[in-house]
């Protein structure tokens, strides 16, 4: 069961017994506890795709609040196996190919392809 619904499981299980009230608090205090990284006014400057279908983005600038296991900073990865890892990466192909800024590249607070390397969960172009 992932960690996520592991919490929602337990904030039912705790509604029981607790009022609405208190489940805010510990509901905004749980979700403090997970750092996720965030880019923001950056730009694409490498992206490196993998046989394997995982791709690595490297970003101009370093990401703040990345969770613990991260140990390189600017760079970010994903899975283009999936649905998702390969609209991120299509957008940052766009991105990079055109040098256009990314507003905004979040994770998803884990390391999952990569150890050191966080994984990708949006990537929000602007021009």
């Given at each position: 069961m992932s960690t996520s619904n592991r919490y929602r499981n337990l904030v039912v299980r705790l509604g029981q017994y607790f009022p609405a009230t208190a489940m805010v608090g510990l509901l905004a205090a749980s979700s403090s506890a997970f750092a996720v990284g965030n880019v923001q006014g950056t730009t694409v400057i490498n992206v490196d795709v993998r046989s394997d279908g995982y791709f690595l983005l490297t970003f101009s600038q370093?990401?703040?609040t990345p969770p613990s296991c991260v140990n390189v900073g600017n760079r970010m990865s994903g899975?283009?196996?999936?649905?998702?890892?390969k609209a991120v990466l299509a957008a940052a192909m766009l991105a990079y190919s055109t040098a256009s800024p990314v507003n905004l590249a979040q994770g998803t607070g884990a390391c999952s392809e990569y150890a050191g390397i966080e994984s990708i969960m949006i990537l929000q172009q602007g021009f």
């Open positions: 370093a990401s703040t899975n283009a196996n999936t649905a998702g890892g």
